[in-house]
Antibody, heavy 119, light 112 residues
Framework: QLQLQESGPGLVKPSETLSLTCTVS?????????WAWIRQPPGKGLEWIGS???????YYNPSLKSRVTISVDTSRNQFSLKLTSVTAADTGIYYC????????????WGQGALVTVSS | DAVMTQSPLSLSVTPGEPASISCRSS???????????LDWYLQKPGQSPRLLIY???NRASGVPDRFSGTESGTDFTLKISRVEAEDVGVYYC?????????FGQGTRLEIK
């Protein structure tokens, strides 16, 4: 059974870089799938951050593109998110997920990692 | 960007009664293969979202058959034939045809 788990610091200072890792277990990240990061501000809706295909293309949300980098470490079956110059508006739960088809059908999702931006 | 507009934003339903949630896309999400690239997700309180319906009308694995999705052009509907207490949470539609991927605002379902 494929499972995803987010990990990383829960507190980041304003203007610094948010870094999270998604560890994939029960399957290979080199499967024929796109993988994604999504976030959710407290009490609000879902926002797509970006999706990538290992060894292929990466797509970013234009609203975040200047600050976001998604990378993959296939040897560790992990992928990562870096978001630079964070502000309080970047506070929220960050989810990783697998697209079962193109960049749709997000299934499964990780349990989410809460990141708070505060000094 | 394809703007996804859900309605209503909240609804309260008596157990055993039906429920319906609408999602309208500002642009076509119809792929050249004939499929609408539109999903429905349920986020139960304190949990991650879970895929319910994909490609407009296909139930995901393990999803009860009381959930169904219908499609008409750029209008999509999630229907619950008989609401149960476990169906509470926030329902989101999401389109994945165009980049950026976009979500609806969410519809909160509560039980009367």
């Amino acid at each position: 059974q494929l499972q995803l788990q987010e990990s990383g610091p829960g507190l980041v200072k304003p203007s610094e870089t948010l870094s999270l890792t998604c560890t994939v277990s029960g399957g290979s990240i080199n499967s024929n799938n796109y993988w994604a990061w999504i976030r959710q501000p407290p009490g609000k809706g879902l926002e797509w951050i970006g999706s990538f295909y290992p060894g292929g293309r990466t797509y970013y949300n234009p609203s975040l593109k200047s600050r976001v980098t998604i990378s993959v470490d296939t040897s560790r079956n992990q992928f990562s998110l870096k978001l630079t110059s964070v502000t309080a508006a970047d506070t929220g739960i960050y989810y990783c997920g697998r697209h079962a088809q193109w960049v749709i059908r997000l299934d499964p999702w990780g349990q989410g990692a809460l990141v708070t931006v505060s000094s | 960007d394809a703007v996804m507009t859900q309605s209503p934003l909240s609804l309260s339903v008596t157990p055993g009664e039906p429920a319906s949630i609408s999602c309208r896309s500002s642009q076509s999400v119809l792929h050249s293969n004939g499929d609408n690239y539109l999903d429905w997700y349920l986020q139960k309180p304190g949990q991650s979202p879970r895929l319910l319906i994909y490609l407009g009308s296909n139930r995901a694995s393990g999803v009860p058959d009381r959930f169904s999705g219908t499609e008409s052009g750029t209008d999509f509907t999630l229907k619950i034939s008989r609401v149960e207490a476990e169906d509470v949470g926030v329902y989101y539609c999401m389109q994945g045809l165009q980049i950026p991927v976009t979500f609806g605002q969410g519809t909160r379902l509560e039980i009367k």
